[in-house]
């Protein structure tokens, strides 16, 4: 067992330490994560190199009822059109199957990508220090370990700037939505930016808290403790990222005040994200 430093998510060499377990499941869960792990192999056969559990389920906070399972699949090759379609119907069998899920979504990524040196500090990083192994060979062994630094902070969130003009849209798609379809459109919308941004305030202390958490609520107060005159907003989405309303205005301020100057500060303090030139944002 990895021996962490109390509250900071640090072994004792200060790297981050992999977080989540098979073990930490709720029993509420297992089931459904038993299902994901015998459908992957007929989802995608021969394609299929590993898959992952990450979020509050492998972690051991989930909800029943407010939680969704989260999968990241890695194929031998880069996934394709087919590959999506057939994630995306996965996705929506489970759902409609488990009421105890609210959703399930599957990332698809090659392990080419998951190794290449440009996803080392984001997405290599994900892989082994927040997910947890469900199926085939754990990349994890092939990535090196991670302290909470400028460099992993920059390549992890460095790039909500181009995410704000994406979520603008789709806002304003909302308004074309029935009533009733909004609102559950609009409550998606809220978890997700509010997510987001939490995870973005947190990262742009956390080399100075110097340690790693997943939980909003402690990532929006390790904010706080830098950013006081933002502590309010930040304490306000990590409610929301987990009770989140249809709320517009809600929306309007994220993409109006607080994502604008979360970016700037971010920008400012640990620079931007390297580009992904096949993954324009």
Not at 12 to 27: F, T
Not at 108 to 115: D, F, K, N, P, W
Not at 241 to 251: H, I, M, N, S, T
């Amino acid at each position: 067992m990895v021996e962490t430093v109390q509250g900071r998510g640090l072994d004792a060499q200060g790297y981050i330490a992999r977080e989540g377990s098979l073990g930490l499941v709720p029993y509420g869960f297992r089931h459904i994560v038993a299902a994901a792990r015998e459908r992957l192999p007929a989802v995608f056969g021969a394609r299929l190199h590993s898959a992952y559990l990450y979020g509050s389920i492998p972690r051991g906070t989930a909800r029943v009822g407010r939680s969704d399972l989260d999968l990241l699949v890695v194929l031998h090759e880069e996934p394709g059109a087919g590959d999506r379609a057939q994630a995306r119907a996965l996705d929506a069998a489970l759902d409609r199957e488990f009421r105890e899920i609210d959703g399930a979504g599957t990332l698809l990524e090659s392990r080419a990508r998951v190794l290449s040196e440009l996803e080392r500090h984001d997405l290599g990083w994900f892989v082994a220090c927040l997910c947890t192994p469900l199926l085939g060979e754990d990349l994890a062994g092939h990535l090196p370990r991670y302290r909470p630094d400028s460099l992993l902070a920059r390549e992890t969130n460095g790039d909500l700037a181009l995410l704000l003009p994406r979520w603008r849209t789709r806002i304003a798609d909302t308004d074309a939505d029935a009533a009733d379809d909004a609102d559950r459109v609009r409550r998606r919308l809220v978890r997700l930016m509010s997510r987001r941004l939490v995870r973005t305030g947190f990262t742009l202390v956390m080399p100075r808290w110097n340690g790693w958490t997943s939980d909003l609520t402690d990532m929006a107060e390790a904010f706080g403790t830098y950013y006081p005159e933002r502590a309010r907003q930040m304490r306000a989405a990590a409610v929301l990222g987990y009770e989140p309303v249809g709320d517009a205005g809600v929306l309007r301020s994220y993409v109006d005040d607080l994502g604008p100057w979360l970016a700037a500060e971010y920008a400012r303090v640990h620079g931007i994200k390297a580009p992904r030139p096949d993954r324009p944002g």
